[in-house]
């Protein structure tokens, strides 16, 4: 009852005036008219989810995943809890589970080109629209670009480049960053076994890979042993903190260890995560109301 009494905002009592009348607790008209709305919302969601599935298929190796793993970051997916039984046997023209080495696998049943794109080159090709055509320095040509200071560079290989207020990079370290940036790199839905993970190029295609999961996310963060999770599937770095250590202008880490925190920091404007799906917008709502959010979803991260 305490707990109740908490949140007038979101509970309405009435009754138990000591006459044996019973205690009510309801839902407050506000709270119940967002309440409401979590059917729709999920409804919108369930494609997105779908989608969300086939792409980290299509980026596996064997565009299969072991089932255990999914669960691993599924509420950082958007996943209800009984997707297993209620959202996989639905499209089974996308997902099948299989039996490997009596291990549960979600397996991807057809490949589809069109949403073989990352998040990075959507990002890319939106940036490059407002450009009006300005080619000068797009697609790593041989004229002299000027070094930039912040590790950002135009092009079709580049990444958002964020580093942190006190870092001050001298100009060789800037030239490193610009000849990384110009890289061309595989696209991480190709798969990794055509690639030597000694070669430059496949290293780079790694630090895609890792950006592409993380953009899968709602929250655009996994913590470091949920994407290590992944590390056969996908072939992501042997050093998987270092790499990301390293790369520390495009992820964001709470603190170096297994259980930290990693955040794409293009995804976020200060602590604020700049695109939000539905369901955390519909989240936010309760938020607003005074109630806990499930999974821990919406803590704040200062990214510097």
Sequence with gaps: MAVIEKYPSIFHVSGGDGNKTPILVKLTEKAAKIAAEEGDVRQVMEPIIVNKLRKL??????????????????????????????LIPKYPEFFTVIDVNGFPYLNLEIWDSSIAVTAREE?????????????????GDHKKVKISKDGNFFGPFAFEMNFPVSFRPNMKYLEEVQKWQKMPFPSPY?????FEP????????AVAVLHEVLSLTMEKRLNSAQLDAFHAEYQLPVKLLLCLVKHHGIFYMTNKGAKSTVLLKDAYNGVNL???????????KFVGLGCKRDDNAGKKIPLS
């Design 57 to 86: 298929l299509m980026m596996s190796i064997d565009c299969r995943v072991p089932l255990e793993k999914i669960e691993f970051i599924r509420s950082e997916l958007g996943l209800m809890r009984d997707f297993k039984e209620c």
């Design 190 to 194: 190709l798969s990794a076994r055509r």
């Design 274 to 284: 700049i695109e939000k799906c539905p369901l955390l917008r519909f989240n936010d």
């Design 198 to 205: 000694a070669d430059p190029k496949a290293r780079k295609r």
């Design 123 to 139: 990002k890319l090709v939106a940036v490059s629209s407002t450009l009006e055509g300005d080619v000068t320095n797009f697609g």
